[in-house]
């Protein structure tokens, strides 16, 4: 494209590439009932991914999680990506798989448990100035019954989620670094505990590859 003809490709990256996510998000449950009345959610938090390689990369992430679901439900989430891989595509983008560990929940609605989520992550570089993104991702819980309910879009796995993300803002080159920072918007569509969770995320995203 021509927006991205000066911009630096997949060959000239040395080490790889990093994104650190900050957002607020919010959902609201399709059927609170399911969710033992969790009719809304709100949360904040960080999200880090990386890649170490050229083309094909080791990929390794976390994520922390903090909120509230309604009085007196206080959400949190950790997740710990220790493992995965990536394709590296033009700029500062990448197509990865991710899978980890984690523990999340929201007292008195959601039970607080072991959750083994893994990801698929798209994140293409369209414009100097808009980057887009896609995920899919599935979660196991397999220390709790309840949260055992398997998905209604993937029955053998026990939750999942789809999100859509536009970043506007400004990639420059700055020290031999690919640099790319903004805010973001993403829709989500979350199925826990046979309820669905439609939301909202806005935040702002800061992105390097070098």
Avoid: C, H
């Amino acid at each position: 494209m021509p927006a991205r003809a000066d911009l630096p490709d997949v060959e000239d990256r040395r080490y790889g590439l990093g994104s650190v996510n900050m957002f607020l998000r919010y959902a609201q449950a399709r059927d609170p009932e399911a969710a033992r009345d969790l009719s809304g959610l709100f949360m904040g938090g960080l999200s880090a991914r990386a890649l170490y390689g050229k083309r094909l990369a080791y990929a390794f992430g976390l994520g922390l999680e903090l909120g509230a679901g309604g009085a007196p439900g206080f959400g949190f989430g950790f997740e710990l990506y220790p493992a995965g891989v990536a394709v590296a595509i033009g700029p500062s983008g990448y197509l990865g798989l991710f899978t980890g560990i984690g523990v999340n929940g929201v007292t008195a609605r959601v039970p607080m448990t072991l959750v083994l989520p893994t990801e698929v992550r798209l994140e293409l570089d369209v414009t100097k100035r808009a980057r887009l993104g896609a995920l899919f991702a599935v979660n196991w819980t397999p220390a709790d019954d309840v949260r055992q309910t398997r998905a209604g879009l993937i029955p053998f796995v026990d939750e999942t989620t789809m999100a859509l993300t536009a970043r506007f803002g400004k990639t420059f080159e700055k020290y031999g670094t690919l640099m790319g920072r903004g805010y973001f918007f993403r829709l989500e569509r979350r199925e826990l505990m046979r309820t669905v969770f439609l939301g909202l995320a806005f935040g702002w995203q800061l992105d390097a590859a070098n």
